[in-house]
């Protein structure tokens, strides 16, 4: 049975940099919120693409070409394949992070933060 699921909420049960965590599931992908502070390392996806949307915080979305500031509001689509990384401007920044199902936070299964169910 469906159940709404409080953002505020689930952010509050977790204080760690990096380490997405599990808000919901749907059509074999995951919504993951993440509390994030500095820079991120420069990493790709090569099978799927990752939606970003802040919800707090501002953040820079880099790519080899280029930087998009983004804060809170605003959401982007990293095409699969295209190296990026993100760093947080100034402080903390909150989160939702949309991935197909069991894709590794690091682009590498064997560096991955597992993403612990809320």
């Known amino acids: 049975m469906a159940s709404k699921v409080n953002l505020a909420d689930k952010f509050a049960l977790f204080d760690e940099q990096w380490a997405p965590r599990l808000a919901a599931r749907y059509n074999g992908n995951e919504v993951r919120l993440a509390k994030v502070e500095g820079e991120f390392h420069w990493h790709s996806h090569p099978d799927t693409d990752e939606l970003f949307l802040v919800l707090e915080g501002e953040l820079d979305m880099e790519f080899r070409d280029r930087t998009e500031a983004m804060t809170a509001g605003d959401l982007i689509v990293v095409p699969k394949g295209t190296e990026h990384r993100p760093c947080a ?3 903390e920044v909150k989160l939702l992070v ?7 936070n690091t682009g590498d ?7 612990v169910e809320l």
Do not use: N
């Open 98 to 104: 949309m991935d197909a199902d069991g894709t590794p």
């Open 89 to 91: 401007r100034k402080g």
């Open 109 to 115: 299964e064997a560096t991955a933060s597992k993403p």
